[in-house]
């Protein structure tokens, strides 16, 4: 479908074209005057017809003559030199990782293919089978009560014997009164105060009571409901309803699979290199706290966000951390995605960055780390062809189906500078 939308002669396009005239018949163009920088860009890529244009988004897999494959099979490419960027020299010289900075944000670092195929096919796996499951929660516990072995186990065991699918029931009947409804839709958007170290004590002691279950929501066989499957939390346990952890519940584990990847990431960087002599950068009492990363990084929370193809991430920052520097590593897997990162604010012009399956991201630093990004739009058809269902390996075919329409991100983050010790803080 997506191919014949870049095609102006198609009936595809035609068509689009006919129901986005009918559907923007009666809207006031000045709209786009009240936009700020972010939002107007987050409009152009989220734009159905025409396609948007991604002729100035960074696509750095374009430099990589063995990803070309993967770049053909999907219509969606961006350009290498989109941007101005510079590449790294790496300290783990061993690996045929790349990375790349960019001046327009400091702090960003991102690794192209970053994972082997193999790599990726195992975090997906990951991801489905063993995290997105009890006592990780996700976005379905708040209204679902979830079969024990996980939702995506039960779909894989149904798929031979549909009588093994099972309905899963609403946690709130239907006949209780609704409290107050979460609105569907992506991640909601809360404005939380940004986490320090002087305000943690302030912060751990706001209640955090439960989300109401929604009292609307209908029973579902588990084969329907996992493609409402949004995030699955990691580590430390987020409370959605203030935007800030809640150390009460204690720290789930962070596995080892990923912490790995993580460390990997952050260690393959010369952050000499990204942090020179130049660095303006504002590291406040903590000084430049990039010179140790390399040994007391540590992961111990994050998301694992789940995207359909139509499923989009509004401008954030997230702010949540009592370290407001140390790297946040992200990870792209399945289709690929426009991703969005600015400034401070959303007055800052963001840079578009094209992630596909197997590229690293990482966030770090005062600027990176509290700037505005986004995930507009998620390129439709470009599953790269080690994660598709025409695959040599029978055990891979449910992953591949489910991928088919799917980007995976897995994103991990440091709560708590060095040093600083949260049970002796909050109690
Ligand atoms: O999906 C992505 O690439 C970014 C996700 C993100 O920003 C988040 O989970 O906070
Ligand atoms: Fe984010």
Redesign the pocket.
Known sequence: MSVDLHDPSSPAYKKAKRQYLNSTRNRKNTIELDWTPFRAAEKRFKARFPPPDLSDVLDLALLDGARTPEVQAGVWKGSSNALDYRELTLRASSSNTKAFITPRIPGLVILPGFLSPGKQRELVQWSLVDHARHPNETNLDIHYILPEEGLWNVVERARGDTSQDVYVQPRASTSELSATEEPSGPRQLVNNTPATPDNFSALSATPKPPSAPSTTVPPLPASALICKLR?ANIGWYYHWGTKQYDFTKGKGKIDSVLADVCRDAVNAVDWDQVYGPDDMSDWGESGPEWKTWSTDYEPDAG?V?F?QTKDT?MA?V?RSEVCATSPLV?V?LGNA?V?LIGGLTRDTTPVPIL?RSGDA?IMSGPACRRAF???PRILENTLPRHLGAESDEPEWVPFGEYMATT?I?I?VRQVFPKGFNPVQVGG
Do not use: E
């Open positions: 995030w998301i966000n995207y991430l954030h997230d992200s792209s995605a991703f992630l991201v990004h986004g995930v980007r991100n994103n």
